[in-house]
């Protein structure tokens, strides 16, 4: 299991495809978005999980604050990173292929 902490409006990518937002916190309520592509919100408690397809579970751990901290369970083979993490890696593979054409 990946342990995140996020705050509202953060986001985690899960493969290249599937993104889990923390879009509220309102006291142990935490309203969470994924795009599967398709977009669904949903409102947690600590210790209740959702689970995307058969193998991915995103956990909800604990909440301080305004901060979440989340639990990921994917297959190894799934990158999962907070998204500013994801965007400099897309970033810096787009730089490579760029200069591979040239």
């Known amino acids: 299991m ?9 986001t985690i990518m899960i ?3 599937i993104e889990v937002t ?13 795009a599967t592509p398709a977009l669904l919100t949903q409102t947690r408690k600590v210790g209740q999980a959702i689970n995307i397809g058969d193998n991915i579970s995103v956990e909800i751990l604990s909440v301080k604050g305004m901060q979440v901290r ?7 083979d799934i990158a ?11 970033a810096e593979q787009a730089g490579t292929v760029a200069s591979l054409a040239h």
């Open 2 to 10: 990946l342990i995140l902490t996020r705050r509202i409006g953060e």
């Open 80 to 90: 999962v990173h907070r998204e500013e993490i994801y965007l400099k890696i897309k």
């Open 15 to 17: 493969g290249d495809e």
């Open 22 to 34: 923390i879009s509220g916190i309102k006291g142990n309520l935490i309203r969470i978005r994924t």
């Open 70 to 76: 989340l639990g990921i369970t994917a297959p190894r």
